[in-house]
Structure formats: C-alpha cells, structure tokens
T-cell receptor, first 112, second 113 residues
Framework: DVKVTQSSRYLVKRTGEKVFLECVQD?????MFWYRQDPGLGLRLIYF???????EKGDIPEGYSVSREKKERFSLILESASTNQTSMYLC???????????FGPGTRLLVL | AQSVSQHNHHVILSEAASLELGCNYS??????LFWYVQYPGQHLQLLLK??????LVKGIKGFEAEFIKSKFSFNLRKPSVQWSDTAEYFC???????????FGTGTRLLVSP
C-alpha cells in the first residue's frame, strides 16, 4: 500500500511566521504534489515536483515555496504566513504505473 | 485550461435512495478521469478511475461512473446509498500525459438513516 504521511494534522501559527509543512512517501515515487483544500473551492494545486530539486508552480503558488532535497520528502514553505493561508493542505504522490495520485491525511493550518 | 464542474454542491438522500453526482470538464482532448471520496475525518481516497476502454467503470463500495465523451461528462452513480456513504466527493480530470489533476469543487453528500 502507498503510504503518504504529513508531519502534522493540526497547526496553529501567527501572522508573519515561517511555516514548514512536511510530506513523506515511501514508494519511491518521482512526482509529488501540494494542494490546498477550501470549502466550495475543492482542491487547488500549489506546487508539484517531478524529481529531486525539480519543482513547478501550480495554479496558486503565490505566498508559497517548496523544497525537494530527497526523493521521499516534499516540503511546503509559507515564507510569511497570512490569515488567508488558513486552510487544509494535502500532499499527494503519483504512482506512475497506476497513473493515480495517493493523498496524505492533510494538515489543517490556522493562521491567527 | 482544463476546468471541472460539479453542479451539486450539497446532496441529501435517505438510505436506499439512488445517487447520481454530475461532473463535467471543459477540455476535449484525451483525458483520464477520477472520482475521489473523503469520509469525515479521513484522507482523500480513490473511488474509481477511467483511462480508456469500457466507458462504464466500477469502483469500490458499489459505485460506478459513466464516461460520455460527447457530453464531456463523468457522472458518479450508486443504485442504493447507505449512511456510511456520507462524505465529500471530488471529480478530477487529468489531460493525459500531464500528470496534473484538476479537481472539481466537490459535492457533500449526507445520507440520513
């Protein structure tokens, strides 16, 4: 079974703080993704990575950056958290053979 | 750019009722189609997917979906829902080869016992 884990289920941060969200997958997948999920908006792609040190902007990259130093780990960084970044953040990993993305449990971030 | 529409935002059904959730996409090229489900407090998981072949695909827990290319649709169905089907359902589309999913806004289904 594909296992995608995220470092925190819940996180509370203050405006202006730097925030790191970590995602790890154990299936040697090359492609990994970060989404945010908001009520009524569905999932929106923030960034994705198709290999170590490679990254591509998704649909809503503003205010975010990512890091992929190792194949199994993909980090999402909020350089200076703002209240409009309060959301559920989902990480996914792509099984290219199955052509299917598998999701982690999500991190619910509250920015005060 | 690809976009995905789920017209039903909230659906309330009684147990044993039939379910159909609509999903339409905009781009007419070759696509891969997915339905994901998120049960309360759980992570998003794959319900079913369509890549090619028989346009009627069957997934887990008695769900099925039909791809109608001429209508750009991939509607999800279940003949008889159960209380445990209460969840949020997301349709997603991938333009084949791009490895990026575009999601619809989701449909919250509440099944009353």
């Amino acid at each position: 079974d594909v296992k995608v884990t995220q470092s925190s289920r819940y996180l509370v941060k203050r405006t202006g703080e730097k925030v790191f969200l970590e995602c790890v997958q154990d299936m040697d997948h090359e492609n990994m993704f970060w989404y945010r999920q908001d009520p009524g908006l569905g999932l929106r792609l923030i960034y994705f990575s198709y290999d170590v040190k490679m990254k591509e902007k998704g649909d809503i990259p503003e205010g975010y950056s990512v890091s992929r130093e190792k194949k199994e780990r993909f980090s999402l960084i909020l350089e200076s958290a703002s209240t409009n970044q309060t959301s559920m953040y989902l990480c996914a990993s792509l099984d290219r053979i199955q052509e299917t993305q598998y999701f982690g449990p999500g991190t619910r971030l509250l920015v005060l | 750019a690809q976009s995905v529409s789920q017209h039903n935002h909230h659906v309330i059904l009684s147990e044993a009722a039939s379910l159909e959730l609509g999903c339409n996409y905009s781009y007419g090229g070759t696509v891969n189609l997915f339905w994901y489900v998120q049960y309360p407090g759980q992570h998003l998981q794959l319900l079913l997917k369509y890549f090619s072949g028989d346009p009627l695909v069957k997934g887990i827990k008695g769900f099925e979906a039909e791809f109608i290319k001429s209508k750009f649709s991939f509607n999800l169905r279940k003949p008889s829902v159960q209380w445990s089907d209460t969840a949020e359902y997301f349709c997603a589309v991938e333009n084949t080869g791009f490895q990026k999913l575009v999601f619809g806004t989701g449909t919250r289904l509440l099944v009353s016992p």
